[in-house]
């Protein structure tokens, strides 16, 4: 098995129609948060059957994967490191973890991060410092600030809010609508589990905070509620 393999596979599952509008849904013309992405048309349901066909992958043939200019083999590389992450023991998981954060310059769309990051970094740090969450969260990449955010929807399963919040804290003045909605996102997370937590982190938020943001957060409130987070 090596990466030419793979991606030939992916080449032949690939729909010239569906390529146009994942690269339009993906936001790759010039300008765009994903400008230069390429597609070749696999959808994702596809391409999770293809993670036990090659789940034996090693580094070599994933970093391959992830240099390449097309979106799947990414994706794909992803879904595998996602699979060996969760099968690994404790040192695979680390050297897993470890590659990943080594090539967070390839994992640049959203759906790439949301797809891996609770899972791998999420799921390494769980037990662990969150440190890294901090050292990311101040990066001048987009996708290493939402990485950070979205590791944190582990703990949050898990009923640990902390450390999601003081990251939702630090993200408020972010200029990047990918960033306003994946923090209300997970701050919708945190009131669907504990509601008094999130009410007690907006209140003296809401008049600062990003519209979008604010109105994921809020999106299940009840009308009369979420109208007055919005009138703030």
């Given at each position: 098995m090596n990466s030419k393999t793979?991606?030939?596979?992916?080449?032949?599952?690939?729909?010239?129609?569906?390529?146009?509008?994942?690269?339009?849904?993906?936001?790759?013309?010039?300008g765009?948060?994903?400008?230069?992405?390429?597609?070749?048309?696999?959808?994702?349901?596809?391409?999770?059957?293809?993670?036990?066909?090659?789940?034996?992958?090693?580094e070599s043939t994933l970093h391959a994967l992830l240099e390449s200019a097309v979106h799947e083999d990414r994706a794909l590389a992803l879904f595998i490191l996602v699979r060996q992450f969760e099968k690994?023991?404790?040192?695979?998981?680390?050297?897993?973890?470890?590659?990943?954060?080594?090539?967070?310059?390839?994992?640049n769309n959203w759906d790439l991060v949301d797809l891996s990051a609770p899972q791998v970094v999420g799921?390494?740090?769980?037990?662990?410092?969150?440190?890294?969450?901090?050292?990311l969260v101040r990066s001048k990449s987009l996708w290493e600030r939402r990485i950070a955010i979205l590791a944190t929807f582990t703990f949050i399963?898990?009923?640990?809010?902390?450390?999601?919040?003081?990251?939702?804290?630090?993200?408020?003045?972010?200029?990047?609508?990918?960033i306003h909605k994946a923090v209300g996102w997970m701050l919708r997370e945190i009131g669907k589990r504990d509601l008094a937590v999130l009410e007690?982190?907006?209140?003296?938020?809401?008049?600062?905070?990003?519209?979008?943001?604010?109105r994921y957060a809020i999106e299940k409130f009840p009308e009369p509620k979420r109208q007055a987070y919005l009138r703030a």
């Open positions: 793979i991606q030939s596979r992916i080449r032949k599952l690939g729909n010239v129609k569906d390529a146009g509008i994942l690269q339009w849904f993906f936001k790759t013309g010039p765009e948060y994903g400008e230069g992405d390429c597609f070749v048309g696999v959808r994702v349901p596809v391409l999770r059957k293809l993670v036990k066909e090659f789940e034996a992958a090693d690994g023991n404790e040192a695979d998981r680390a050297r897993i973890c470890r590659f990943y954060l080594d090539h967070t310059r390839r994992i799921g390494y740090l769980a037990n662990r410092s969150r440190r890294p969450l901090y050292r399963r898990q009923g640990d809010f902390a450390d999601a919040l003081a990251l939702a804290d630090r993200l408020l003045g972010d200029q990047e609508d990918l007690a982190f907006l209140k003296p938020r809401c008049n600062i905070m990003p519209r979008t943001m604010l």
